[in-house]
């Protein structure tokens, strides 16, 4: 297996990078994808520390605007209520919340499956996300 210029394995350094995506560890997977697109010559490598910011933004970004509805909705609630309009969105708060307990689990198993298959040296394919890592990277 292919070592990276620090002395450790590709594989290693790609399953670190998707394993921050379990912790949030955002700081670390952005200052590790950096050093890796600065440093490291190694396209797969590459490739994976890009996917694994890429996946944990778009998480992030999908469970914050889920979140956002029902702090709309509380707003709307509490406007309501100053002309004596009932206004609930319990049942709603709580799909959303089922939504993104649903993310989270999908995210935990996600950045499992994909830091085991780096240690072994290869990737799970994520449409989306390989044709946009493909695009911009050539």
């Known amino acids: 297996m292919q070592k990276t210029k620090l002395g450790i394995p590709v594989g290693l ?14 700081l670390v997977a952005v200052l590790l994808t950096a050093y890796v697109l600065l440093v490291e010559d190694d396209e797969w490598l590459r490739r994976s520390s890009v996917k694994a910011v890429i996946l944990m ?3 992030s970004l999908t469970t914050t605007i889920l979140g956002f ?13 100053i002309f004596g309009v ?5 049942t709603f708060s709580t799909i959303i919340s089922v939504f993104v307990q649903i993310i ?5 198993v ?11 040296g290869r990737s799970v394919a994520i449409p989306i996300v390989d ?7 050539g």
Not at 69 to 81: A, K, Q, R, T, Y
Not at 112 to 120: N, T
Not at 131 to 137: A, E, G, N, P
């Open 131 to 137: 044709s946009l890592i493909y695009k911009y990277m």
């Open 86 to 90: 009932n206004f609930t969105y319990y």
């Open 57 to 59: 933004a778009v998480l």
């Open 69 to 81: 509805f029902p702090d709309v909705l509380g707003v709307i609630s509490s406007f309501l209520s």
């Open 13 to 26: 350094l790609a399953a670190g990078i998707y394993f921050t995506g379990l912790f949030g560890g955002y």
């Open 104 to 108: 989270d689990i999908l995210r935990y």
């Open 110 to 120: 996600l950045f499992i499956i994909l830091g085991v298959k780096a240690l072994r």
